[in-house]
């Protein structure tokens, strides 16, 4: 009998997941009943490049700081391989008087593979939330101006993730593909627009509603986690996010010319400006993030991150940068 129990311990402990209640490794999930919350909040600061998007701002070079960012990331355990878990993140930056939600997902994520060798794979799929923001912004001489961070458009993501742990250090790579569906929930206005360059005179105030076309994005990464002992964790990652670029399948115009007699002639010349227009705002980041955790106790983690991202894009892009960093905490909690 005693033998039969030392054997059933043994078996347990090459079975477990590596880790297990450290949140600050790429391949914890709950197990069955498991509840975990992620919670950080960062300070981030940019300094813009020369796009023209940003050159027609007279915009180029401006340093924009504190820009702040709340994220959460929280997820349950069905069984102990199919788990669901949602992901929301927050950014406000009042130098440019930007705000909104940068990132929302709600997903399952399924363990395929999970072996004695601490090998594993997981497949998931999450409904990204894109749509609970409209597109807000004014489109005027000096060009396109964001009012907010959503892209506001829902979409998919499917991807996969393979990892496994050495001792004390696991590593996992990623890779996801989004698509994000064609839809109307995006608010574009027109702010004294001279609408035809013969005629400078000739103005026009309103707003547009633009059904934006299906897009794909996506992203590939390594995440990497050393267990230093039982309260320490050093982290690590690399990323490639591919950010496709906004372009009107169709739209509709309301406003008015400050000459009425036109103002028909306007509107039916704006909807024809607008079909196909493309923002030209595509654009690539390649976030690399350290970390250091310490386990408080077996439910609590509190762990300092920071955040270097290398970036590149289209001429009207506003995301690009010749200096994006950020820092931040975040508080982990599992039970």
């Not at 506001?152 to 994000?180: I, N, P, R």
């Not at 250091?292 to 289209?314: C, H, K, P, R, W």
């Amino acid at each position: 009998m005693k033998k039969s129990l030392s054997l059933a311990v043994i078996a347990a402990v090459f079975t477990a997941p590596a880790f297990a209640a450290n949140l600050e490794n790429p391949l914890y999930v709950p197990r069955q009943g498991g509840f975990y919350s992620k919670t950080g909040i960062g300070m981030m600061a940019k300094v813009t490049d020369d796009t023209d998007a940003q050159i027609k701002k007279g915009h180029d070079g401006e340093t924009e700081f504190p820009i702040w960012r709340i994220y959460e990331d929280m997820g349950f355990g069905i069984t102990d391989d199919l788990s669901v878990y949602g992901q929301v993140g927050y950014t406000y930056n009042g130098d440019i008087d930007r705000k909104g939600l940068h990132t929302g997902r709600l997903g399952l994520n399924y363990r395929i593979l999970s072996d004695v060798n601490q090998l594993v794979w997981d497949v998931y799929a999450d409904a990204h939330l894109g749509g609970l923001s409209k597109m807000t912004g004014v489109m005027a001489d000096k060009g396109f101006k964001y009012d907010n961070y959503g892209t506001g458009q829902y979409g998919v993501y499917v991807g996969s993730k393979v990892g496994k742990t050495w001792d004390k250090l696991t590593g996992a790579l990623y890779a996801e593909l989004g698509h994000m569906l064609s839809n109307d929930n995006t608010e574009i206005e027109i702010d004294t627009l001279h609408v035809n360059p013969l005629v400078p005179t000739l103005t026009f105030t309103g707003t547009g509603v633009a059904k934006l076309k299906s897009f794909n994005d996506w992203n590939v990464g390594t995440k990497w986690a050393y267990e230093m002992d039982n309260e320490w964790t050093l982290g690590a990652g690399l990323a490639w996010k591919h950010h496709a670029a906004h372009i009107v399948q169709s739209a509709k115009i309301a406003g008015a010319a400050n000459d009425p007699a036109t103002t028909s002639m306007v509107i039916a010349g704006l909807k024809t400006q607008f079909k196909g227009y493309d923002f030209q705002d595509a654009f690539d980041e390649f976030p690399l993030t350290v970390s250091i955790a310490n386990q408080l106790s077996e439910s609590v983690q509190v762990a300092v991150y920071g955040e270097y991202t290398f970036d590149n894009g289209d001429s009207g892009s506003q995301n690009t940068t010749d200096v994006k960093a950020e820092a931040g905490v975040r508080v982990n909690v599992a039970f």
